[in-house]
């Protein structure tokens, strides 16, 4: 029997009915289903300020180390990004500056990409609208790369966000469903043959 993969699955959003959230639940359930080891994460369980490099200066807060372990420790991710002005969020964006910044004179954080090199990435969005976040994925995807992740190829955007979800938060479409599944199944496939 294969060992689980430890896969991270979160939201770059922390409102309370953010769609992304709900798909990002969806995600860790039908994941679990597949067998891996999943750890959801909640990005408004974090304080971590807007990126600031005199703020660095004076120390890296201790909740970006915590984050840093977190997404270290994962070889495996799915990344549900909503779409703000047609790009992913200021939020996801200032979480990968701080979990990406190198800590000066720490043995384990003084290189940047050491949370990203090699992880196994897979992107989600949903959102209100007829593309359903395309675009913010279209955007996510070279920053991911440049931080030297590999990016799952299939990918998906779900569009009228507001339908897409019955009253319990589930996927209310079997195609939905079955493309999700899609995500998950090469994003695990791809961490058991890098991994």
Known sequence: MNTPIPLLVFAGSTREQS???????????MASA????????????????????????????????RLKEIFHAHPAWIVC???????????L???????SSPVKGDPTWSSGTKPFAGKVVGLLSTSPGALGGVRSLSHLTPLLM????????????IPRAAEAFD?????????????????????????????
Not at 93 to 99: G, M, R, Y
Not at 146 to 157: D, K
């Open 19 to 29: 769609w992304n959230r709900k798909l990002a639940a969806t995600v860790g359930v």
């Open 93 to 99: 964006k200032n979480t990968i500056d701080w979990v």
């Open 167 to 195: 009253p319990d938060g589930r996927l209310s479409s079997e195609a939905h469903r079955t493309a999700v599944h899609g995500v998950i199944e090469q994003v695990l496939w791809a961490a058991r043959r890098f991994g």
């Open 146 to 157: 440049n931080l030297q992740t590999w990016v799952a190829p299939r990918q998906l955007a």
């Open 81 to 91: 990004s909503p779409e703000y002005n047609g790009s992913y969020t200021g939020l």
């Open 34 to 65: 597949e067998g891996a080891q999943v750890t959801r994460l909640e990005l408004a369980d974090f304080d971590v300020p807007l990126y600031n490099a005199d703020l660095e200066a004076k120390g890296t807060p201790r909740d970006v180390i």
